[in-house]
């Protein structure tokens, strides 16, 4: 994918290289909202993949224009070589890491490797050190995500104090602060008190927010190290019973359809939990309940265990195939809405150990879309228009982000991801650019390379390659 600045730019080689890092960071400032890059004609692409390649003229922030042959006086052409063009995605469950944990993630490291997977926003989860529940820490985020200015960094409010499950931590100051938070969770802890979950739905429905809810009944997860079943038997783990995420999901709609508010159920992981969505949703089709999915819980089963390697522990736990089967059912036919990476970095003293005292988690942003080529697309469950659902539009609408997940059409805000569907690569956990490097895909081929990816207007990354823009904050 060939790029050419207009004259009187920077010369002698491929731009990439003139502004851009090795995708381990880069010094620069981010670009506050509603700054916009210089004019930028992608030609050669073609929208969701359908018809012949057109160009693609991005202005002032915006998609100025689409035709072929475009002619025009742009700062800056990319010839996308018939790359597919697409909504860049959106991520509702990351985990950052800071403050707190800074030696497994930082917002600068999570924030180059969204860039680089194809992400133009993401919302980092509440579980920091301190804990994610009043306005500081939440703006704190919030700032950190915008002087890094590759991705929109969207912080998520814890539910409760600390993440105790005993009082509501400041809901209504979080959703006032300079952060605007609209998405809450204990995400890692269950709010497993009925009480305390309806209190939250009432109070989030005031203002529009989400409770977005790590579904666990941890009365029946007391030491539980993997999916309870014949291979937890077979390794001596204790077990993780499916009736623990489905009871908890089955009570949290209810109590969202008798409140009218608006619930959000983190990575579903068993065809049970899928099976009472499908049917909650045949019987009231108006609730305000959503769903999410981890690229890991589409492909990974718990087969994978048998070495004890904690690469493969994870909360919830990786199931058997036939959830397997399922959860992929469920992401085609709309029945979970959208594909969320549960991106978990952790320190590698908190993976290299023994299985029970390893903490459970993924990496996820980088290889989140050949995961779901693989799994989706391939199969010819989803086509390149259902991708940008599960992956953009269907998680912006989720999180009410309007300048997100909008179409590829002249107007829309530029906010973009090129992919290239014919390339493959191998999956190291060494190079990928979080801090940490517990990848489950480890030596893996996938399909599809971001080739690209725009953030209203401007290019933050670039054939593998982040890029910063320097401005004045």
């Known amino acids: 994918m060939n790029r050419r600045k207009d004259e009187g730019s920077p010369s002698g080689g491929d731009m990439a290289d003139a502004r851009s890092g090795d995708g381990r960071g880069t010094d620069g400032r981010g670009l506050d909202d509603g700054e916009a890059g210089d004019r930028v004609l992608l030609r050669g692409v073609r929208p969701y993949g359908e018809g012949e390649p057109v160009d693609l003229l991005v202005a002032g922030g915006r998609i100025a224009e689409i035709g072929t042959d475009l002619s025009t006086d742009a700062d800056e052409i990319l010839h996308a070589d018939g790359a597919i063009a697409l909504p860049g995605f959106v991520d509702l469950h990351t985990h950052l890491r800071e403050p707190g944990r800074e030696d497994a993630e930082t917002v600068e490291t999570g924030s180059v490797a969204a860039a680089l997977g194809g992400y ?18 939440v703006e704190h985020v919030w700032r950190r995500g915008r002087e890094v200015g590759l991705v929109d960094v969207h912080p998520v409010g814890a539910v409760t104090v600390g993440l105790k499950g005993s009082e509501l931590a400041e809901l209504g100051t979080m959703a006032r602060s300079a952060a605007g938070v609209r998405l809450f969770s204990d995400d890692g802890r269950c709010v497993d ?21 790590h579904a666990e009944e941890p009365r029946l997860t007391v030491q539980a190290q993997a999916h309870e079943g014949a291979q937890a038997a077979r390794l001596g783990l204790t077990g993780w019973p499916a009736p623990a995420e489905e009871s908890i999901v089955a009570r949290d709609c209810m109590l969202a359809g008798h409140t009218a508010g608006t619930l959000h159920v983190c990575h579903v992981s068993t065809s049970g939990t899928a099976e009472f969505l499908r049917w909650w949703r045949s019987r009231d089709s108006t609730a305000a309940v959503s769903a999410e999915v981890t690229p890991h819980h589409l492909l990974l089963t718990d087969e994978l265990l048998g070495n004890y390697d904690p690469v493969h522990k994870v909360n919830p736990p990786l199931r058997t195939d036939a959830d397997v089967r399922a959860l992929r059912e469920a992401l085609a036919d709309g029945t979970v809405d959208c594909v969320a990476t549960d991106h978990a970095p952790h320190a590698e003293q908190d993976k290299d150990c023994e299985w029970s005292a390893a903490r459970p988690g993924m990496l996820g942003l980088q290889t989140a879309l050949g995961v779901v080529m693989h799994t989706m697309v391939e199969p010819g469950l989803l086509d390149w228009r ?20 909008r179409p590829v059409a002249e107007g829309e805000p530029a906010n973009l991801v090129l992919v290239d569907p014919g390339s493959r690569w191998t999956v190291r956990g060494a190079d990928l650019a979080s801090v940490s490097a517990n990848t489950p895909f480890e030596g893996m081929e996938l399909p599809g390379r971001i080739r690209a990816t725009m953030l209203r207007g401007r290019i933050t990354a670039h054939e593998g390659k982040v890029e910063r823009a320097e401005m004045e904050r």
């Open 193 to 213: 008190d009925p009480l305390l979950m309806r209190r939250a739905l009432e109070y989030t429905r005031v203002f529009g927010g989400v409770v977005a809810q």
């Open 386 to 405: 259902g991708v940008a659902r599960v992956m953009s539009e269907r998680p912006a609408r989720i999180a009410g982000l309007a300048d997100q997940g």
């Open 120 to 137: 133009t926003a993401v919302f980092a989860m509440a579980n920091t050190d301190p804990v994610a529940d009043n306005a500081v820490i």
